[in-house]
């Protein structure tokens, strides 16, 4: 498909689609020429069609969808779903694209439905539009929120419970608000440099999508985006197991430590070598964790299962290599980096195939995050958010926790609409309005 105002440069993708795409259409059409030939009329090409010859029936191709728009957020989860409405509110044409079928990746259909840490050491250290979401989701809810005031004597005792079919809805509607359009059961099949940014086409049932923006913001959680580009991603040998979370009590979602985390009922079985990498690699922890959990049932015939996520939940896997690498020492030290855009706080979280022990930071200790650990090692107009940010693997343990997703989310969706809005690449635009912006939002930014 052809567009005059945009000149393509066909980057190296590490997984296009399209190639097997032309095999089969030319398949088709091979073998249906004469079944086509016969349909009366063009508007009668999205309808099926039924060849006489061969008692086959073809469907055919839906009609190409074309979008244009500033900021092109990929992957609507924990990290997404804030920056989606950060950029949209900053007034940048926002688009999100989302593989499943509702908002809030891990936090809703993970089932990890108990965001850490928005405070730190008696005084609340995250805020803005992932906290806005948190705090309303338990108001409608009837919920409670911790008094963060209070140092807890484990750290898990301040995260907040949320009801996360209340979050889905209002993440929701909050894009809707804010104009982001958001399109589900999509993702991004091949990426091409254009002279405004990106052309990215997304596939889903039924849909062929080619959006062109200037920006876009990978929260898919393992940086597919940037693996397509071919850009550096880092990931070990062996990675943290992902869980199956499932419930033997009634779902009292929002109540307890998360329902399924419960100590009266709930379990979480470990997948060991869980990947989020693709559709495959999913499909392989979803039946693991189902297997597992049919097992325990099996082995305990009186228990009954009353509540299973949909999907298992993933801990790690690709991080990106960034303009800068938060290295563990940085992490434990809390040192303040000259472009940090937001703080984290978690106890060091390695989870290995026998648990994990966390290792909680030192009393006063509150690491940031750097604008540079966003941006991709020598990319342009790309950012991420969420648990792939460059870190090393001990730091990201840490990192990687819902507040900070959220508060990443916000701080790329900012960089990104002012980015678009200048015509400059992330790592040019003057810190001071990525900070000025995030302010004007209630996020809270060290230093400002
Ligand atoms: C079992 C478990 C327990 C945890 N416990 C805690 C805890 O107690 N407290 C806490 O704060 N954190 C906890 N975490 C960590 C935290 O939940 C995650 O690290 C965080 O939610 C990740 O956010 P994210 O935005 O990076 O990814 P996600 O929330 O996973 O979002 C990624 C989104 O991208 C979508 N996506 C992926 N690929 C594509 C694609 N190609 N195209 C389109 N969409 C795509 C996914 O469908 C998903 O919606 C836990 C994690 C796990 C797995």
Redesign the pocket.
């Given at each position: 498909m052809k567009h005059n105002n945009h000149e393509s440069v066909e980057l190296p993708c590490e997984f296009t689609h399209a190639s097997r795409r032309d095999f089969l259409q030319k398949s088709i059409l091979g073998t249906a020429g004469l079944g086509l030939g016969m349909m009366a009329s063009p508007s009668s090409a999205q309808a099926d069609a039924r060849d006489p010859d061969s008692e086959l029936v073809f469907r055919t191709e839906e009609p190409d969808v074309t979008h244009t728009v500033d900021v092109l957020v990929?992957?609507?989860?924990?990290?997404?779903?804030i920056a989606a409405i950060q950029a949209a509110r900053a007034g940048a044409k926002t688009l999100l694209?989302?593989?499943?079928a509702q908002?809030?990746?891990?936090?809703t259909?993970?089932?990890?439905s108990?965001?850490?840490?928005f405070d730190a050491w008696g005084r609340q250290i995250i805020a803005g539009i992932g906290w806005e979401l948190v705090k309303e989701s338990v108001e409608l809810d009837g919920g409670s929120l911790p008094d963060f005031s209070q140092v807890p004597a484990r750290h898990?005792q301040n995260?907040v419970q949320v009801n996360p079919f209340v979050y889905a809805m209002l993440a929701e509607d909050k894009c809707t608000e804010a104009g982001v359009e958001i399109a589900y059961y999509?993702?991004?099949q091949t990426i091409k440099r254009t002279s405004e940014g990106w052309q990215v086409d997304?596939a889903g049932f039924g849909t062929k999508r080619h959006v062109f923006c200037k920006q876009i913001v990978d929260?898919?959680?393992?940086a597919?985006?940037v693996g397509m580009m071919n850009l550096p991603r880092l990931r070990e040998k062996e990675t943290q197991p992902?869980?199956m979370?499932f419930s033997f009590n009634p779902h009292n979602p929002g109540r307890g430590r998360?329902a399924p985390?419960s100590p009266a009922g709930g379990r979480?079985h470990y997948v060991h070598g869980a990947d989020?990498s693709?559709s495959r690699t999913v499909t392989a922890a979803n039946l693991t964790g189902r297997k597992n959990a049919l097992d325990f049932i099996r082995q305990n015939p009186e228990r009954r299962i009353l509540h299973m996520q949909p999907?298992?939940?993933?801990?790690e896997n690709y991080r990106i290599q960034g303009e800068t690498l938060i290295a563990v020492d940085d992490y434990r030290s809390g040192g303040v980096f000259d472009d940090a855009v937001c703080y984290a706080v978690?106890p060091v979280?390695l989870h290995t195939r026998t648990g994990v022990v966390p290792e909680p930071l030192e009393n006063g200790i509150i690491p940031t995050i750097p604008l540079r650990a966003l941006i991709p090692k020598n990319s342009r107009n790309i950012m991420v958010?969420?648990?792939?940010v460059s870190s090393d693997r001990l730091a990201n343990s840490g990192l990687?926790?819902?507040?900070?997703?959220?508060a990443m989310?916000q701080a790329a969706g900012a960089t990104a609409t002012l980015a678009a809005k200048s015509g400059k690449t992330p790592l040019d635009v003057p810190l001071d309005d990525i900070h000025s912006l995030l302010n004007a939002h209630d996020a809270i930014v060290p230093g400002f």
């Open positions: 990929v992957g609507g989860g924990t990290a997404g779903t694209v989302e593989r499943g908002l809030g990746g891990t936090l259909t993970g089932g990890v108990f965001p850490g840490l898990w995260q999509e993702f991004p997304c929260c898919t959680g393992g597919e985006v992902g869980s979370l998360g985390l979480v989020s693709n999907e298992a939940s993933f801990r978690y979280d958010a969420g648990r792939c990687r926790v819902q507040a900070p997703c959220m989310g």
